[in-house]
């Protein structure tokens, strides 16, 4: 069985300029989550899609934003870059919400937004 | 909203060893979900053990186990037979059960203890 896939590894951006990372779940996870992970904070939750609508989103501001397509794989986007945007950004991905609470989440490897 | 706390950035075992990591946790729910991930350098995150909170009996799964202490909101892991590979920084997370709100569906981690075994 196929894990979280996350494109691209590495990215690296201008101040200003747009990211936009890529997720695909473990089939038939219907679920899929955003988190931050920068130096020292932790993870923060950013986002939650199930079944292609947004279900929930952390603390941030709205220059993050995402979508999940038909097939339940996720984009999530970054506008205005900031310095601060550098960070770990990892996937996850789990079983849609009528079963979820006690269901894991599956971890890609994530993306690292270098932002100069 | 809720909180977790990793009170211990970094811990050292021997190989071979016991070493337990504590996390505590404040929520003012009584049904919940608790968990350890571990995080290796190939920076994936991995499923260590879980557990439910209407569940009195502490979770097990081969060498890690967990306290989990309800009243006092603590889940702490225990890690026996330290093994090499064991290395990795351990996250404690929090998952409400409730439908609906700011904490819907969403994890809450701690802040990570780094974990290395000495040979």
């Known amino acids: 069985e196929a894990g979280v896939t996350q494109s691209p590894t590495h990215l690296i951006k201008t101040r200003g300029q747009q990211a936009t990372l890529r997720c695909s779940p473990i089939?038939?996870?219907?679920?899929v989550y955003w988190y931050q992970q920068a130096l020292g904070l932790g993870l923060q939750f950013l986002l939650w899609?199930?079944?292609?609508?947004?279900?929930n989103r952390g603390n941030f501001p709205p220059r993050f934003s995402g979508r999940q397509f038909p097939n339940y794989s996720s984009e999530l986007n970054v506008n205005a870059l900031e310095l601060e945007d550098s960070a770990l950004y990892l996937c996850?991905?789990?079983?849609?919400?009528?079963?979820?609470?006690?269901?894991?989440?599956?971890f890609g490897n994530g993306t690292r937004l270098t932002v100069t | 909203a809720q909180t977790v706390t990793q009170s211990q950035p970094e811990m050292s075992v021997q190989e071979a060893e016991t070493v337990t990591l504590s996390c505590t946790y404040d929520?003012?729910?009584?049904?919940?979900?608790l968990f350890w991930y571990k995080q290796p350098p190939s920076r994936q995150m991995i499923l260590v053990i879980r557990?439910?909170?209407?569940?009195?009996q502490n979770a097990t799964e081969n060498r890690f186990s967990v306290n989990f202490q309800k009243a006092a909101k603590s889940f702490s892991l225990k890690i026996s037979d330290s093994q090499l590979g064991d290395a990795a920084m351990y996250f404690c997370?929090?998952?409400?059960?409730?439908?609906?709100?700011?904490?819907?569906?969403?994890?809450?981690f701690g802040q990570g203890t780094i974990l290395t075994v000495h040979p």
């Open positions: 557990q439910e909170a209407y569940k009195q």
């Open positions: 997370a929090y998952r409400s059960s409730g439908a609906g709100g700011t904490s819907y569906g969403k994890l809450t």
């Open positions: 089939s038939g996870h219907t679920s």
């Open positions: 929520t003012s729910e009584s049904d919940y979900y």
């Open positions: 996850a991905s789990s079983t849609g919400q009528s079963l979820f609470y006690n269901s894991p989440l599956h």
């Open positions: 899609y199930d079944e292609g609508e947004e279900r």
